[in-house]
């Protein structure tokens, strides 16, 4: 089993929807993170967790809010889809240290 | 801020040559750089990581990269390509020393093609 693992690995969806991307790890990391990727833009970070307790906005946070319901679980929501939320969606996990980076397989999400 | 500049969205090269692919970074701290690597439809695996021990890092499957303070650099190289090595690599910067949040700050990204 992958240590950090993305649910769906694909979804389309309509404009206006509300929905929500999974990540669990088995890590035992208490540093969780939400980014996406889009094209000739590299990576971006959505939001970020250092424990159940303590979310934080990323760069690219309006639009979504997370959930951390336990260590090993930090959800994404879109609460109304629109089509420029169409991207890629990693989650990832770290030690405190941060040399210990783990990212998910991804979730690739259209919106139309 | 920091931030890191991947000079070439797309490098070509031939089989069984060598690859370079440059990445300048900008950090007020001695920085953490890592080099990652995306293979089409999959997700981001880590090729190597500069953690201020030694400059010149060597990573999984033949890759390296050296770090030059005075430069600024982190170029990532590999003396013979193979077909396999089609990929996106991604330079990233941590910010811990400066904000502690764990984040990763990615650059744009360079397109690896491997001719036959």
């Known amino acids: 089993d992958a240590d950090v693992t993305q649910t769906p690995r694909n979804r389309i969806t309509k404009t206006g929807k509300r929905i929500m991307l999974e990540c669990s790890q088995t890590k035992g990391h208490d540093r969780m993170y939400w980014y996406r990727q889009d094209p000739g833009l590299g990576l971006r970070l959505i939001y970020y967790s250092f424990d159940v307790k303590d979310i934080n906005k990323g760069e690219i946070s309006d639009g979504y809010s997370v959930s951390r319901q336990a260590q090993a679980k930090f959800s994404l929501s879109l609460e109304s889809a629109i089509p420029n939320q169409t991207a890629l969606y990693f989650c990832?996990?770290?030690?405190?240290?941060?040399?210990?980076?783990?990212f998910g397989s991804g979730t690739r999400l259209t919106v139309v | 801020a920091q931030s890191v500049t991947q000079l070439d969205s797309h490098v070509s090269v031939s089989e069984g040559t060598p690859v370079l692919l440059r990445c300048n970074y900008s950090s007020s701290y001695s920085p953490s750089l890592f080099w990652y690597v995306q293979h089409p439809n999959k997700g981001l695996q880590l090729l190597l990581k500069y953690t201020s021990a030694a400059t010149l890092v060597k990573g999984i499957n033949g890759f390296e990269a050296e770090f030059k303070k005075s430069e600024t650099s982190f170029h990532l190289t590999k003396p013979s390509a193979h077909m396999s090595d089609a990929a996106e690599y991604f330079c990233v910067v941590s910010d811990q020393l400066t904000s502690n949040t764990g984040k990763l700050i990615f650059g744009q990204g360079t397109t690896l093609q491997v001719k036959p």
């Open positions: 990832a996990t770290s030690t405190a240290s941060n040399y210990g980076y783990t």
